[in-house]
């Protein structure tokens, strides 16, 4: 408990502008549920630069404080933000945290935009973090799908894994993660 009072204080400063990628969707399916890991949390602010025809150089941010409680529900905020190339803003804004998964040196989050977080109400966040080691960057996978306010948004985590993503350095930042 202690540490992620520490962690609560140190991060509700940071996490004030973070991204949101647009080339990977998981809207066709219904992905495979992941459970959350009851007292997993993760903590962090990164950025990465997206190299995908349609988005090079788009820039993007994800801060996030999240943890699983005894019960197995997910709880915290994740802030989003994504830039062109020359700077411009085009989506920002908050989400709910729905699930945290930690095994090993991977973490899973979900994230939903709720009513008043963005003008996606409903979209889902997944990022896939997988720790860089001593002297190497965080890597991150992300996903999106929903956004359809009349339609319920998929809370669970969600590996990237069967969608073949591509993965990129967290730079600037990182996250910290554990159980």
């Known amino acids: 408990m202690r540490i992620r009072r520490l962690l609560v204080a140190m991060l509700?400063?940071?996490?004030?502008?973070?991204?949101?990628?647009?080339?990977?969707?998981?809207?066709?399916?219904?992905?495979?549920?992941?459970?959350?890991?009851?007292?997993?949390?993760?903590?962090?602010?990164?950025?990465?630069?997206?190299?995908?025809?349609?988005?090079?150089?788009?820039?993007?941010?994800?801060?996030v404080l999240g943890w699983v409680d005894r019960d197995g529900t997910g709880h915290g905020v994740f802030r989003f933000r994504h830039a062109l190339p020359d700077g411009s803003v085009v989506g920002e804004g908050h989400a709910e945290v729905t699930c945290v998964s930690v095994v090993g040196d991977t973490a899973l989050v979900t994230a939903v935009v709720p009513k008043g977080g963005s003008p996606m109400v409903n979209h889902v966040f997944v990022i896939k973090i997988i720790e860089g080691g001593p002297g190497r960057a965080d890597q991150i996978e992300t996903l999106q799908a929903g956004g359809d306010p009349t339609r319920p948004a998929k809370r669970y985590c969600i590996d990237t894994a069967p969608y073949n993503l591509s993965r990129y350095p967290v730079r600037p930042g990182g996250y910290a993660f554990g159980t």
């Open 12 to 63: 509700a400063g940071a996490v004030a502008a973070v991204g949101a990628p647009v080339s990977a969707r998981a809207d066709d399916q219904d992905p495979p549920e992941v459970p959350a890991t009851p007292g997993a949390w993760i903590a962090g602010v990164g950025g990465f630069v997206y190299d995908e025809p349609g988005t090079v150089g788009h820039q993007i941010r994800f801060g």
